[in-house]
């Protein structure tokens, strides 16, 4: 798995060639999503269900609805974390494939400290402790891969993988045994009430865990792209003994690179909580990391692509629940057009770069 | 009454190696896709695809012969467009790789729900292969040796897999796709058919894999019955670096923890139930602490192979 | 306050023989019974009910039933916030007038009978519990049948062991721990899981008992008999009609929010089945058990966390 | 003997065999170039057919044409007069087409001998005791001794390269390409490699030899053809060879190749004594120096250099040269001895440090450690100086500052590249040599290690380079050199070393009988 093949297109060109550019994004966007409708349609169609009615519900809920696209945005801001989370590792050629654990993992202690501390300090205090708590644990779950990669080179896949199913037990574990709410038989945390949750915006139900995740993905992108500090990250990533032979000190920014990526997946389950959820029930993993994977990767790392594919994602997914039940096909179908949709937009990702590699 | 009578005992001894086949068929498809330079992180796809037309066929059928050779067909149909999509376009793998997990889940719920959610079938007992000297062996013998042919087949695998490795040019093919196919294709031979039969072969394993997870493992099939046991596939065979025999240990550690688990909670020691269940992954990681070093995986893994790029 | 329309939520399908079914059929049925039109969003999953919350509240039906124990934080937020009225399972605590509901549904009375059966009928004097993991309502029914075993005969064994944390779907795993659970002796097994509760059914078909003889099942919740092939010894049937009934009645008399909802055997809301495999003599001397609970001389306390199940089994 | 100049042709076919490819308008494009133009030749039987050019010129394009690996975008390719396409490098194979190439194609975690029998059929059994012997005959043919057994990630690039010629002879081939094959290879062994070439052309097979050496182009050819920028721009056909001398014929290609430009080969020159002074305090000061490494451990290592002093290191490439490189960047651990620099000890400080304190290397592995291959040529350039002021500031990138330092080296050392923008990667091999030294050779060094620094640089280049080389010790920096090409090293050097097997086996003055010192050094006889 080489980083190099992920070069950066260079940054060069006025605005009429950043405006052929964005029409082209559109046209690369919209079109595997047009395929993507043909192929489910199809199948739509064998399952007896009128695909544009299916269509018409996705869209009308997921991206034209009021409270729908509220939902929408809502999604997409730990998913936004997550993305730049994901983004900060691959592109330094460190594969964490371990962001749920980690995601849960700050989740968790956060939302045993957070309602704990709420009642005592004001609101926005015990918000940003409660990302800062997030941010942390996320980032200490990543510690074992990382001294493992860079002071035993140890492959990160594995040691991620593992470091996965280790924290998903045990943040129930802890859920369970731990930092239990006593009021409820129910096995979960306590609850951060409403009105100490990251504030809504503008009157409206979208969180402010959106800003969070835009702010998270645009310094990310930035970090990587214009400064030295993301430089070397991605000479680690794109050639190794390159690094080495720069005099980069790989194995500290190695461990760097999964502090900041932990931390983000962390903060990513932090805002999850402070945001919308309030709390943490045993065995609940809502799996975004394993979801997002592949949209950062056809986001080819860049930060602005991955907003793009997450809000994609997230309409999808939003609109999806919703036109299932309204059409009467079993929620099941949403996996198989996210899949469909996933294989288009790789697709179409492949013949946007065959393309452009035949007229740069 | 004593718990751990010989009954209890070949009982755990047979769930370590029911559980541990599915395991085992995983870790050694992913490890031949890994071979050759795909990295395959849509086995949980395939193992659901070989699990729900294994059962499908053996049920339709009433045939496990056939049940099983169904169950290779499900893995390759949902490899078949995994080779398509990343060996012949050289898409990127783990967006394939997941998105055909998704799909495959998916698909074979939205099919149970449709063929079998109101009568949920579930099969008769598998018939076994009594091997003779060694099913005599106390304990061991009935739990290991009087088994389901597809056990033996997919032990046999192990040292079958280790020959083509070491032995055939098929092996040095393979190896060749994964380090540097450039060099394999300037030999002479094509990078894409070894790396498609590296991926269809992995596909026919892992569903399997799947099959016998469905047709005797559980006798019956579920929505999502695959459960992560493609992901554990993936672990293995990192950890096992192209060795066959270390996915047969690690799957072997595995079942043996699943197993031990079991025994901990029957025998009423009261440790929490969610501890319990971490000590494979535990067991795992104190492995990679200990015996942990240069995992080295081959060179062009994840890489698409396109002739003439540089 | 007029009642029209209601929402029910579940977090799988309506087709498992367990949780979710009852919960969908027992909501369209008291619907049906009402004139009330039920809508159902069922396979939501675990995750983030919110958006389907939110947009079931803004079709304004007169109640929207959360049928999870993990959409109880959720609902009454979401009911909160759009003035929809909720019921939600396993938070008593939540209750609030004119606006949030709980029906702890637990089926301990019967599971406790379920166990006396149990006790009637083992050959072999083991008796095993199957979960597919520990949640506070298979918690409450594992303990009440250990209860019942031993209050019926405190020499016999109970095995218990747990598939895995959330192992809902594990069907092989459930045949697997089924068969360890046989091996050690069991021939009754008491099981509980959604999908996994097939494997565990495919491994009491397919294993003989210690003895030879046929090793029978006790199912929660669902009644699998149409899909039983003569392995089934009883099932811990819930019955959610006379609950959603009684909630919409209590809206319709402004009655909402003043009471909680819960399931007994003495309105047949907990009823144990009886299959053909139960002697009529042991189903009468269940029955008597059943007589002795429903006039309040034996009360069974629902006991939720797992501690207090291991501490049962283990005879501790 | 290890002077061995290239031997005139032998007799060449008088009668001109029918080609066995032929080229007729054969165009390949690359993004933003045209790497080659409407291309026509032919490659006949019996005929060493030399393909010179500047780096970048198109020679390798050609021959991923002829091996199947590319196709071309327009024109024809005929075979034995027959149109046909070389669609794949399986049916070059078939053909009879062998190649070797200019970047390895080995497979690094296999055997040689298992590299050998790559390509045979699936479903048999690797022999690998039999490929083994076949393979060490085949080496005799070119005078190499190879372990087949070896793991080919173990081996220098040298022995890598002998091992791939090795193979492309087993073959058996009746159309031979070899690609800068002598470029690794010791004076000595392009010599034996060369006369191997007149020997199976004389056997009627056709060779393409690609090389920058215009001597051995010279010597080894029947016919000789000039691509500049793409396009074939002339050539000498066998009997101008044949009526031409040497020098003429150089003088000739020479023209073709660069045009008017001044390409004075700096061959001859003889290096500047009066720069070393070695009064003053030694530069580097290297005290018993141990190191394990997997295959040629080092070994009581010992010398000093003083500023304004090139030490060349001369020794068959895999004696451990590459190994003390690394040892002394700091890339590769010491286990035992002292590395002084400036008077400092420099031996536990990072790469990082020494680099501050002046030290430079010049890795010859130029794709695998000296570049990032995907990434622009512009941001290569400074690898090293990531962070430094003017290109960041306050970490931040200056992307003028960047382009600016780009578009300038790309002017001083002549990097041909469609932009500065371009990965790396995608450069001919001498280009990205270029990019290298354009890096490692600004700012202020006090000591710089070259590793075979002009292997695959074109004439023009190698000058240049050579030039650089001297100003480098002339502005005061101790320079150790270390190359494969004993010429280089005597007109370079002051002192040259001689490694064997880890170890020194002596240091000599560059004087008059340096070379024979040298040569007695390398086979063994002092010992
Ligand atoms: N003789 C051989 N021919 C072909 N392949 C081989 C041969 N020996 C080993 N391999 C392959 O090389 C890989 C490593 O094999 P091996 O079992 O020798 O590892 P190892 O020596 O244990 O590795 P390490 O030394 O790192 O522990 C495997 O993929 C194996 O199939
Ligand atoms: N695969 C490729 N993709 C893009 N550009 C390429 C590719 N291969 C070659 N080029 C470009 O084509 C031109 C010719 O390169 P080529 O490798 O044929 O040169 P060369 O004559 O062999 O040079 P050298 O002597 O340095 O090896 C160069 O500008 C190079 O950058
Ligand atoms: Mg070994
Ligand atoms: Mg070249």
């Not at chain 3, 675990?46 to 049928?67: F, K, M, S």
């Not at chain 3, 092989?172 to 059914?201: C, P």
Request: charged content about 15%; aromatic content about 6%; glycine content about 12%.
């Amino acid at each position: 798995m080489s980083a190099d093949t992920m070069t950066d297109t260079a940054q060069t060109g006025n605005l009429q060639r950043k405006l052929h550019a964005i029409s082209n994004t559109l046209l690369m966007s919209l079109g595997p999503v047009a395929a993507a409708f043909v192929l489910s349609g199809v199948i739509l169609l064998i399952l007896d269900v009128n695909p544009f009615s299916y269509y018409g519900y996705v869209f009308g809920r997921g991206l034209l609805s009021p409270t729908g696209v509220q939902a929408t945005l809502t999604r997409m801001g730990p998913l936004l974390l997550i993305a730049a989370s994901l983004i900060v590792a691959f592109r330094a050629g460190i594969w964490n494939l371990g962001g749920d654990a980690q995601f849960l993992v700050g989740a968790v202690f956060c939302a045993a400290f957070t309602p704990l501390m709420a009642p005592h300090v004001p609101v926005w205090i015990g918000l940003l402790a409660g990302a800062a708590i997030s941010a942390i644990f996320g980032a200490l779950w990543t510690l074992v891969p990382a001294f493992l990669r860079a002071y035993q080179g140890l492959n990160e896949i594995i040691t991620t993988l593992m470091m996965n199913f280790l924290g998903i037990s045990l943040a129930s574990v802890l859920v369970k045994l731990v930092f239990l709410d006593p009021n409820t038989t129910v096995p979960q945390t306590r609850t951060l009430a409403v009105e100490d949750r990251l504030p809504t915006l503008f009157g409206t139900t979208i969180s402010s865990g959106l800003i969070i995740g835009l702010v998270a993905i645009l310094a990310v992108h930035f970090m990587m792209t214009k400064t030295a500090f993301g430089l070397r990250l991605r000479v680690v990533g794109g050639n190794a003994s390159a690094a080495v032979h720069a005099g980069l000190a790989v194995p500290l920014l190695t461990v760097a690179v999964f502090a900041i990526s932990g931390a983000l997946a962390g903060l990513s389950g932090g805002v999850a909580i402070l945001g919308q959820y309030g709390n943490v029930r045993a065995d609940w993993n809502p799996g975004y990391s394993l979801a997002v994977v592949p949209l950062v990767f056809l986001a080819r790392f860049n930060g602005f692509a991955a907003i793009g594919f997450v809000g994609l994602f997230s309409i999808m997914s939003i609109g999806a629940e919703s036109a299932a039940r309204r059409t009467g096909v079993p929620n099941y179908f949403t996996l198989v057009t996210i899949g469909i949709l996933l294989v288009m937009l790789a697709i179409s990702e492949y013949y946007g770069a065959k393309r452009q590699k035949a007229g740069a | 009454m004593t718990l751990f009578t010989d009954t209890f005992l070949i009982a755990l001894i047979a769930g370590m190696a029911a559980s541990g086949v599915p395991l085992l068929l995983a870790g050694l498809g992913e490890q031949l896709s890994e071979k050759a330079g795909v990295l395959n992180v849509g086995i949980e796809g395939m193992m659901l695809g070989g699990a729900y037309l294994g059962f499908y066929i053996a049920w339709a059928t009433e045939s496990v012969g056939l049940g099983f050779v169904g169950g290779v067909a499900g893995g390759i149909l949902v490899a078949a467009l995994m080779a398509l999509f990343c060996v012949r376009m050289g898409l990127n793998q783990i967006v394939i790789g997941i998105a055909l997990t998704l799909g495959a889940e998916g698909a074979t719920a939205l099919l149970h729900h449709v063929q079998f959610s109101r009568l949920y079938p579930r099969l008769p007992d598998v018939a076994t292969w009594r091997i003779p000297v060694l099913a005599d062996i106390p304990i061991v013998g009935p739990a290991l040796f009087d088994r389901e042919p597809v056990v033996y087949l997919a032990v046999a695998l192990v040292p079958f897999l280790v020959y083509v490795y070491r032995r055939t040019h098929l092996g040095l093919a393979l190896q060749a796709a994964g380090d540097k196919p450039a060099a394999l294709d300037s030999a002479g031979q094509n990078v894409l058919i070894i790396r498609s039969f590296a991926v269809l072969g992995c596909g026919a394993l892992v569903g399997l894999g799947g099959a016998f997870m469905s047709i005797v493992g559980a006798g019956v099939f579920v929505p999502f019955m695959s459960h992560g046991n493609g992901f554990i596939g993936i672990v293995l065979a990192m950890l096992a670096r192209g060795r066959p025999l270390w996915v047969l240990l690690g799957a072997a550690l595995f079942g043996a923890c699943l197993s031990a688990a079991t025994a901990l909670q029957v025998a009423g020691v009261d440790i929490p139930t969610d501890v319990v269940q971490m000590l494979p992954f535990l067991a795992v990681m104190a492995v990679l602490l200990i015996a942990g070093r240069n995992a080295k995986l081959p060179a062009a893994l994840g890489a698409a192979y396109v002739r003439g790029e540089r | 306050e007029e009642i029209t329309s209601m929402a029910i939520l579940t977090p799988e399908t309506g087709t498992d023989f367990g949780w979710n079914q009852q919960g969908i059929d027992g909501a369209k049925a008291a619907g049906d019974a009402l004139g009330v039109d039920v809508i159902v969003a069922e396979n939501l999953g675990y995750g983030d009910v919110r958006p389907t919350l939110r947009e079931l509240a803004e079709e304004e039906p007169g109640l929207i039933i959360a049928h999870a124990s993990g959409y109880n934080t959720a609902a009454p937020e979401i009911g909160a916030e759009t003035g929809v009225k909720v019921a939600i399972v396993d938070s008593p605590s939540a209750l609030t007038e004119g606006a949030v509901v709980d029906y702890t549904a637990s089926g301990h009375e019967g599971s406790y009978l379920a166990g006396v059966l149990a006790a009637k009928m083992t050959r072999s004097g083991t008796v095993g519990i199957v979960t597919s993991g520990e949640p506070p309502s298979w918690n409450s029914q594992s303990a009440a049948f250990a209860e019942g075993v031993k209050a019926t005969n405190p020499e016999l064994v109970i095995r218990y062991a747990v598939i895995g944390p959330a192992a809902y779907s594990d069907a092989a795993g459930g045949k697997r721990v089924t068969e360890s659970l046989i091996a050690a002796g069991a021939d009754i097994i008491f099981g509980q899981g959604n999908g996994s509760s097939f494997g565990m059914l495919q491994a009491v078909e397919t294993t003989p008992a210690a003895d030879g003889g046929k090793v029978m099942f006790i199912d929660v919740i669902g009644d699998k008999t149409p899909i039983d092939k003569g392995y089934l010894l009883s099932s811990v049937l819930w019955n959610l009609i006379p609950v959603y009934e009684a909630m919409i009645e209590d809206i319709r008399a402004d009655k909402f929010g003043t009471r909680n909802y819960g399931i007994n055997l003495a309105d047949g809301s907990v009823a144990l089945l009886k299959s053909p495999q139960i002697p009529d003599d042991i189903w009468a001397e269940v029955m008597t058990v059943k007589d002795q609970i429903v006039s309040g001389e034996l009360t069974i306390e629902p006991k939720f966390d797992a501690e207090s199940v291991h501490a049962l089994v283990t005879g501790e | 003997m290890l002077d061995a100049h290239p031997s005139s042709p032998s007799t060449t076919p008088s009668t001109e065999a029918p080609p066995i490819v032929t080229f007729e308008g054969v165009t390949k494009r690359y993004p933003g170039i045209i790497a080659n133009d409407s291309i026509d030749m032919e490659f006949r039987a019996g005929e060493v057919h030399v393909l010179l050019g500047e780096n970048g010129a198109g020679k390798s394009t050609l021959v991923s044409m002829l091996s199947g690996l590319q196709q071309p975008d327009d024109g024809r390719i005929l075979i034995d007069g027959v149109e046909k396409p070389i669609s794949s490098p399986a049916e070059a194979l078939d053909i009879g087409i062998s190649t070797v190439f200019q970047h390895s194609m080995l497979v690094p975690s296999l055997t040689l001998v298992e590299n050998a029998t790559l390509g045979r059929k699936w479903w048999q059994r690797p022999d690998r005791s039999g490929t083994a012997k076949a393979m060490q005959d085949a080496a005799k043919r070119i005078g190499v001794t190879l372990d087949p057994m070896a793991v080919t990630g173990d081996l220098s690039l040298g022995e890598r390269q002998q091992a791939e010629i090795t193979r492309a002879l087993m073959r058996g081939a009746r159309f031979l390409i070899l690609d800068e094959a002598t470029a690794m290879l010791t004076p000595n062994d392009a010599a034996r490699l060369g006369e191997l070439m007149r020997r199976l052309a004389a056997e009627g097979m056709a060779v393409v030899f690609i090389t920058h050496k215009l001597n051995e182009a010279v010597a080894y050819g029947d016919r000789i053809s000039v691509l500049r920028l793409g396009k074939k721009v002339g050539g000498l056909s066998p009997e101008d060879l044949k009526s031409l001398d040497a020098q003429e014929a150089t003088n000739q290609v020479v023209r073709l190749m660069f045009g008017t430009r001044d390409t004075t080969a700096s061959a001859d020159q003889k290096p500047d004594m009066s720069t070393v002074d070695r009064g003053a305090k030694p530069s580097l000061e290297v005290l018993a120096l141990y190191a394990d490494a997997a295959r040629v451990p080092l070994s009581n290592l010992e010398f000093k250099v003083w500023p304004g002093e090139i030490l060349g290191i001369a020794g068959i490439d895999g004696n451990g040269q590459k190994q003390l490189a690394a040892a002394l960047a700091g890339q590769a651990p010491i286990s035992d001895g002292r590395i002084v620099l400036d008077g400092a000890y420099i031996d536990r400080l990072s790469i990082g440090q020494r680099r501050a304190k002046g030290l430079r290397y010049v890795t010859d592995d130029r794709l695998g450690e000296g570049t990032v291959g995907g990434f622009p040529m512009s941001i290569n350039l400074l690898l090293k100086e990531i962070g430094r002021m003017p290109y960041w500031r306050g970490g931040l990138e200056q992307p003028e500052a960047i382009r600016e330092n780009a578009r300038q080296k790309v002017k001083d050392f002549d990097i041909r590249t469609p932009s500065i923008d371009t990965p790396v990667g995608k450069l001919s091999g001498g280009n990205i040599q270029k990019v290298l030294l354009a890096r490692e050779l600004s700012g202020s060094a006090r000591v710089v290690i070259f590793e075979k620094p002009t292997y695959g640089l074109d004439l023009a280049n190698i000058s240049a380079t050579q030039m650089r080389i001297r100003e480098t010790a002339q502005n005061g920096a101790a320079v150790i050199l270390i190359s494969t090409e004993l010429d280089e090293l005597l007109s370079l050097s002051h002192r040259i070393a001689v490694m064997d097997q880890g170890g020194i086996a002596g240091i000599v003055e560059n004087t008059e009988d340096a070379r024979h010192k040298i040569g007695e050094l390398m086979s063994g006889v002092e010992k």
